[in-house]
């Protein structure tokens, strides 16, 4: 049975938040706060749990979720080859508004769509989300609304769009703030030697090189990788667009919606 609890109350909250951990735990969905909008979740390492997140927002594996963590110490557990440039970007935004795509530690029993080896990773800056992330662990989470719709602002408008296929719903009221559009977050691709901005977000570029000078924008390439100018070929096909639906360039590894 769906419920929604009022996590701006402290006896709700804490109902809601036992009841989430429970539904976690059985493979279920719920919905809750963070820091951007609102975020539907199941357990990182639970295909089943996964396949129904995808299946309750319409998507299909080919735009695997992200994961959010509840601390800066889970990077290691859940990821490897990280580089000292990516860590610097953690330490800086981390909880906050960045996404990093890093290479998937092998060991790890999971299956979030068609990675490509590869896991997105973010530390929400927002009190509910992080208590239930204390909780449960790394959790799996895609914008709480059904594909081609806009993200949820409120538990209440996930619902409209989730209904039933949702266990618990927590609602904490506006995300970020009412009458203010979504932010996304920055989404950082550090799987290779340069990191590489795939989406713009929350973090600017600006705030990003302050760190790590060398990070590419969005569209960017290295001087060394600039092709030489050539003739037009007569009569050549065009190519195909591999941007995604909602016009982000193709990332490995991650759920481009504006939640995260």
Known sequence: MTTTYDCTSEDQRA??????QRAISEKKCVVFPTDTVYGIAADAFSPQAVTMLLVSKGRSRTMP???????????????????????KLAEAFWP????????????????????????????????????????????????ANRTGHAPAQTAAEARIQLAESV?????????????????????VDATG????????????????????????????????EEPEAEEPAEETPAAEDSTPEDGTPEAPAVDDSPRN
């Open 167 to 187: 266990e618990v719903y927590l609602e904490g009221g506006f995300r970020p703030v009412e009458g203010t559009e979504a932010v996304p977050s920055t989404i």
């Open 96 to 143: 906050g508004g960045l996404t990093l795509i890093l290479h998937a530690q092998p060991s790890l029993d999971w299956d979030l769509g068609e990675t490509r080896g590869t896991v997105a990773l973010r530390m929400p800056a927002d009190e509910v989300a992080q208590e239930l992330l204390t909780l449960t662990g790394p959790l799996a989470v895609s914008s």
């Open 193 to 224: 030697p340069l990191l590489r901005v795939v989406r713009n977000g929350a973090v600017s570029l600006d705030q990003l090189r302050e760190h790590v000078p060398g990070v590419l924008g969005l569209g960017e390439i290295p001087m060394a």
């Open 65 to 87: 979720p992200p994961v959010l963590i509840p601390r800066i110490n889970a990077l290691d557990g859940l990821a490897t080859d990280v580089s000292a440039e990516a860590r």
């Open 15 to 20: 109902l809601g938040l036992e009841h989430a």
